[in-house]
């Protein structure tokens, strides 16, 4: 409950409608016991009393009955008639939902055509006739409001229950043995509750302002008693003369209206697991920079990382994804960066052009220097400039990263407009032919395909050529072969390579396979815990490896035709970033360690090999 409403009230509209709430919620039960006028108490010798006269707040109406006290009473007729409307809205709805998309076939044809029917008709038009048919009354505006709503909650729930029907654990609870009835309890409702409530939270002030209008024409409240609605149509042929009766009511309404719709906005995004673990905001366009100072650069090179460090704030908690790395990449070089899930490889790849996410990425610290140009703090034309067009990045799925609803030469022809003033048809053979030099056959017939249309290996290679599209000076690939067979792996692999070296490329290749890094790589750097810990040649790493975690690392490696072997497994657990131990990362789960590895500081020691490591395997 905590943990909700530190979320809720990140979000400052959802934290301001909660408190507005809250507060008409109090009053409303409060009433019976405020010292208020009777609400149905007519003096017709105070008529039409302005606000703060003596006695009456705020005011009269036209028999003289204090508006202070109909409004409170009112108020609370009409926060008990949404939130009921809302509650049986949302339990029929979420019924009919589960239960058309849970059995299908029939049941679901016919439910649905019902629920289309009750849509196809203006959801007031059939309020009203609702109404004419019951008699007017609040009891049936309130019937004839959830009535209306209902076919809302059910397609949305039917729609969120045919993708749960469907999945393994409901076909695991049916080879279990379990019935319809207590599948539906025990494995549906609980994934369709959450819905339900958000759904609920974001119409109770529509259901609101429906029944209110509903009073307003004279179908719901019915007189002496008072809500807002009636209120405001009782007041309506005193508009002119005496407005604070339809003033009063009417900020009421839109007090509560926007004060529901504000918090329910904000309960939504609260139990949306995919926010919990950043800000409630839209990321900025480029990573936020909070760094005191610029270190000096430490060498040369095409792209040179000194002491970056990026981090994660959320709540009270600071995550260092990458504390103090520092890299150097050549021109035509092929540096290979590899380390477990979760050391920080893909976030020094992001930081690089400012692509890591703000909220709650933060860079603290460091700096990256294209050709010496410093981009931590870039302003944000500068980066998009740069972006694409000097450093270009292959992400994992490609599937992800392409728009599924355009086609793949109009993604290519556009990555080239942006950045060079062409006209689409230079811009279209210019597509034609990268889709030719990844080796795509028939490339201008598969221009005019959408991503689903083409195979995992075909869509990398769509990824390589829009990578290609500027003739970028370097190519981040963040383990682009992750997700492929090992045929297609080879394939990629082999392209990239002859990428680079026909035309110049410098490549960071992030990946966890130390075979790719054989295969494609002149150096290696190995991350752990958000540190490098060791660089060096490929061939040198992988002979000798000096850092107890790149030995353990390479012993996971199975080797063909080598007989049999145990494969070895690194003990433990990766350490939380948030929680770092003291001395080196890694003593925890090594072999070697000794007590002056868990104290202080370990700096990375050596030249052209260098290793984070009091005791190495080899000397560096």
Same mark, same amino acid.
């Given at each position: 409950?905590?943990?909700?409403?530190?979320?809720?009230?990140?979000?400052?509209?959802?934290?301001?409608?909660?408190?507005?709430?809250?507060?008409?919620?109090?009053?409303?039960?409060?009433?019976?016991?405020?010292?208020?006028?009777?609400?149905?108490?007519?003096?017709?010798?105070?008529?039409?009393?302005?606000?703060?006269?003596?006695?009456?707040?705020?005011? =009269?109406?036209?028999?003289?009955?204090?508006?202070?006290?109909?409004?409170?009473?009112?108020?609370?007729?009409?926060?008990?008639?949404?939130?009921?409307?809302?509650?049986?809205?949302?339990?029929?709805?979420?019924?009919?939902?589960?239960?058309?998309?849970?059995?299908?076939?029939?049941?679901?044809?016919?439910?649905?055509?019902?629920?289309?029917?009750?849509?196809?008709?203006?959801?007031?038009?059939?309020?009203?006739?609702?109404?004419?048919?019951?008699?007017?009354?609040?009891?049936?505006?309130?019937?004839?409001?959830?009535?209306?709503?209902?076919?809302?909650?059910?397609?949305?729930?039917?729609?969120?229950?045919?993708?749960?029907?469907?999945?393994?654990?409901?076909?695991?609870?049916? @080879?279990?043995?379990?019935?319809?009835?207590?599948?539906?309890?025990?494995?549906?409702?609980?994934?369709?509750?959450?819905?339900?409530?958000?759904?609920?939270? =974001?119409?109770?002030?529509?259901?609101?302002?429906?029944?209110?209008?509903?009073?307003?024409?004279?179908?719901?409240?019915?007189?002496?008693?008072?809500?807002?609605?009636?209120?405001? +149509? !009782?007041?309506?042929?005193?508009?002119?003369?005496?407005?604070?009766?339809?003033?009063?009511?009417?900020?009421?309404?839109?007090?509560?209206?926007?004060?529901?719709?504000?918090?329910?906005?904000?309960?939504?995004?609260?139990?949306?697991? &995919?926010?919990?673990?950043?800000?409630?905001?839209?990321?900025?366009?480029?990573?936020?920079?909070?760094?005191?100072?610029?270190?000096?650069?430490?060498?040369?090179?095409?792209?040179?990382?000194?002491?970056?460090? #990026?981090?994660?704030?959320?709540?009270?908690?600071?995550?260092?994804?990458?504390?103090?790395?520092?890299?150097?990449?050549?021109?035509?070089?092929?540096?290979?960066?590899?380390?477990?899930?979760?050391?920080?490889?893909?976030?020094?790849?992001?930081?690089?052009?400012?692509?890591?996410?703000?909220?709650?990425?933060?860079? #603290?610290?460091?700096?990256?220097? @294209?050709?010496?140009?410093?981009?931590?703090?870039?302003?944000?034309?500068?980066? &998009?400039?740069?972006?694409?067009?000097?450093?270009?990045?292959?992400?994992?799925?490609?599937?992800?990263?392409?728009?599924?609803?355009?086609?793949?030469?109009?993604?290519?022809?556009?990555?080239?407009?942006?950045?060079?003033?062409?006209?689409?048809?230079?811009?279209?053979?210019?597509?034609?032919?990268?889709?030719?030099?990844?080796?795509?056959?028939?490339?201008?017939?598969?221009?005019?395909?959408?991503?689903?249309?083409?195979?995992?290996?075909?869509?990398?290679?769509?990824?390589?050529?829009?990578?290609?599209?500027? $003739?970028?000076?370097?190519?981040?690939?963040?383990?682009?072969?992750?997700?492929?067979?090992?045929?297609?792996?080879?394939?990629?692999?082999?392209?990239?390579?002859?990428?680079?070296?026909?035309?110049?490329?410098?490549?960071?290749?992030? #990946?966890?396979?130390?075979?790719?890094?054989?295969?494609?790589?002149?150096?290696?750097?190995?991350?752990?815990?958000?540190?490098?810990? !060791? #660089?060096?040649?490929?061939?040198?790493?992988?002979?000798?490896?000096?850092?107890?975690?790149? &030995?353990?690392?390479?012993?996971?490696?199975?080797? @063909?035709?080598?007989?049999?072997?145990?494969?070895?497994?690194?003990? +433990?657990?990766?350490?939380?970033? $948030?929680?770092?131990?003291?001395?080196?990362?890694?003593?925890? &789960?090594?072999?070697?360690?000794?007590?002056?590895?868990?104290?202080?500081?370990?700096?990375? =020691?050596?030249?052209?090999?260098?290793?984070?490591?009091?005791?190495?395997?080899?000397?560096?």
């Amino acid at each position: 409950m905590k943990l909700f409403l530190r979320l809720l009230f990140r979000n400052r509209l959802a934290g301001f409608g909660a408190v507005v709430l809250g507060a008409i919620v109090v009053l409303a039960v409060l009433t019976p016991v405020l010292p208020l006028h009777a609400p149905n108490e007519t003096n017709t010798a105070n008529r039409f009393l302005r606000p703060f006269a003596e006695g009456h707040l705020l005011g =009269t109406d036209h028999l003289g009955r204090d508006l202070l006290s109909r409004l409170m009473w009112g108020t609370r007729l009409s926060l008990a008639v949404g939130f009921a409307a809302a509650l049986v809205a949302g339990l029929a709805g979420a019924a009919i939902g589960v239960i058309a998309g849970y059995f299908g076939g029939r049941t679901d044809n016919v439910t649905m055509r019902g629920v289309d029917m009750l849509m196809a008709f203006p959801y007031i038009l059939l309020a009203l006739a609702i109404v004419a048919v019951l008699g007017p009354g609040l009891l049936n505006a309130l019937i004839a409001v959830a009535v209306v709503n209902i076919p809302f909650f059910a397609r949305n729930i039917r729609g969120i229950t045919v993708g749960i029907a469907h999945r393994e654990f409901i076909d695991a609870a049916r @080879l279990a043995g379990m019935g319809h009835t207590r599948i539906l309890l025990t494995e549906v409702v609980p994934n369709v509750v959450p819905v339900v409530v958000i759904a609920m939270s =974001t119409t109770i002030g529509w259901m609101i302002l429906e029944t209110a209008g509903l009073s307003f024409l004279g179908l719901g409240s019915q007189p002496p008693q008072a809500d807002l609605g009636s209120m405001l +149509g !009782e007041a309506r042929s005193a508009l002119i003369t005496a407005p604070h009766t339809s003033i009063v009511p009417g900020v009421m309404i839109l007090l509560i209206v926007m004060s529901v719709n504000l918090l329910g906005d904000g309960i939504r995004d609260a139990l949306d697991p &995919r926010l919990r673990s950043g800000a409630l905001a839209r990321p900025m366009a480029a990573t936020r920079v909070e760094r005191k100072t610029v270190p000096a650069p430490e060498g040369e090179g095409l792209l040179r990382i000194d002491g970056l460090e #990026t981090q994660f704030h959320i709540g009270a908690r600071v995550y260092k994804a990458v504390n103090k790395v520092s890299l150097d990449l050549k021109p035509g070089e092929c540096l290979g960066l590899i380390g477990e899930s979760g050391s920080g490889k893909s976030v020094t790849a992001l930081s690089v052009m400012g692509l890591v996410a703000s909220p709650p990425g933060v860079i #603290t610290g460091g700096a990256v220097r @294209l050709n010496g140009q410093d981009l931590i703090g870039a302003p944000y034309e500068v980066l &998009r400039a740069l972006r694409g067009r000097k450093v270009a990045y292959i992400f994992q799925d490609p599937l992800s990263t392409l728009h599924p609803l355009y086609r793949i030469g109009d993604q290519l022809i556009e990555a080239i407009r942006v950045h060079e003033p062409v006209s689409r048809a230079q811009a279209h053979e210019r597509a034609i032919k990268l889709l030719e030099d990844v080796r795509i056959p028939n490339a201008r017939a598969r221009a005019r395909a959408f991503p689903h249309e083409l195979s995992g290996g075909m869509r990398q290679r769509v990824g390589i050529a829009m990578a290609m599209a500027n $003739d970028p000076d370097i190519i981040i690939a963040d383990e682009p072969t992750t997700a492929l067979d090992v045929t297609v792996q080879a394939q990629i692999l082999a392209l990239l390579d002859d990428l680079r070296r026909s035309r110049g490329l410098a490549i960071l290749f992030i #990946t966890h396979d130390f075979g790719v890094v054989g295969q494609l790589c002149d150096r290696v750097a190995v991350m752990y815990g958000g540190r490098i810990v !060791e #660089t060096g040649p490929t061939a040198e790493v992988l002979e000798a490896p000096a850092h107890p975690y790149t &030995r353990r690392l390479i012993a996971c490696v199975p080797e @063909l035709g080598g007989g049999r072997r145990v494969l070895a497994a690194i003990p +433990g657990l990766p350490p939380a970033v $948030d929680d770092l131990p003291q001395g080196c990362a890694f003593a925890p &789960r090594c072999d070697k360690a000794q007590d002056a590895c868990r104290k202080g500081e370990i700096a990375l =020691t050596g030249a052209a090999r260098q290793v984070r490591c009091l005791y190495p395997e080899v000397a560096p």
